[in-house]
Each structure stands twice: as structure tokens, then as C-alpha cells.
């Protein structure tokens, strides 16, 4: 994702921004004590559902050090099998970074199930390892449903 491309993640916190919106379009109509203590509340409450402003996938809202999105389905990083109360996760991605006094423990990584790259390099290089099985798997499947249909 480039720095000119917002997050394809659903923005959780529209309802709340509505809300906060029409209160505060009211308090022109209401005491000026009372208004006032409104709209510094308003304002907190507008900071503790703030998207985060260091990582734009990062799911974690308000203030906060440790960074992170999990696999799900809707996001299209995580692939499911099954259905109801009988749901297996077959792979899902995400990433996570959290604080630490280490340096070396702050950057962010990116995973898939619990393999784990620290730089794009590293990603790319797995993703195309993991599109080449795929690729195989699909060549293999139709070898043996082939060879199948023929039995």
C-alpha cells in the first residue's frame, strides 16, 4: 500500500462520528456552561475513538503504543474452512508491533500463520513461495482428479 492509498479496512467508528457530529450540532441551542463542558467532551471522546495515526491498518483506536490487525475474513487475510460452530482457520495474515525498550523488538512484522517477515523482501520472497505451492497444488490436483475420472 502506498502512502497516497487509505486502508481498505471498514472504518468501525462512522456510528460514533455521526453521533458526536449531531451533538454537536446542538449546542448552540443549550446553556453556554453546559455547552462548553459538551464540547470538551466531545473532544475527548473524538481522541479516544481516533483512528491510530502511526500504522492505517492498525485496528487498535485512541491512544495507544502496541500496533496490530489480525487475519479476518473480511479483509481478505484470513482463509477459512468450514461453516457455523465448525470454522477452521487454514491461513491468516496480520501484523503486529508493539512497544519495547528493545529497538529491535519495535518494528513491525508482518505474519502468516507463525511465519514472520520483518521487512517487504522477506514478504515478498515467502508470498511468491506460497503461490508457486499453490500453483503446484492446483497442477497436482488436476493430474490426480484426471487420472481419477479415468479409474
Not at 25 to 54: M, N, Q, W
Not at 108 to 137: C, F, G, M, N
Request: aromatic share 4%; glycine share 8%.
Amino acid at each position: 500500500m502506498t502512502s497516497t492509498e487509505t486502508s481498505t479496512r471498514p472504518d468501525q467508528r462512522t456510528g460514533v462520528a455521526a453521533i458526536l457530529d449531531t451533538v454537536e450540532a446542538h449546542l448552540p441551542h443549550v446553556a453556554p456552561d453546559l455547552a462548553a463542558r459538551s464540547r470538551e467532551a466531545l473532544a475527548a471522546a473524538r481522541t479516544a475513538e481516533a483512528p491510530c495515526p502511526v500504522f492505517r491498518d492498525c485496528e487498535a483506536v485512541g491512544p495507544h503504543h502496541d500496533h496490530y490487525l489480525h487475519g479476518r475474513p473480511s479483509v481478505g487475510l484470513e482463509v477459512i474452512d468450514g461453516n457455523g460452530d465448525n470454522v477452521e482457520s487454514l491461513l491468516d495474515a496480520g501484523f503486529g508491533a508493539f512497544s519495547s525498550d528493545d529497538p529491535a523488538e519495535r518494528g513491525p512484522v508482518i505474519y502468516l500463520r507463525t511465519w514472520e517477515a520483518t521487512s517487504q523482501a522477506q514478504l515478498v520472497a515467502k508470498v511468491d513461495e506460497i503461490r508457486r505451492l499453490l500453483d503446484a497444488t492446483v497442477a497436482l490436483g488436476a493430474r490426480v482428479f484426471a487420472d481419477g475420472d479415468r479409474a
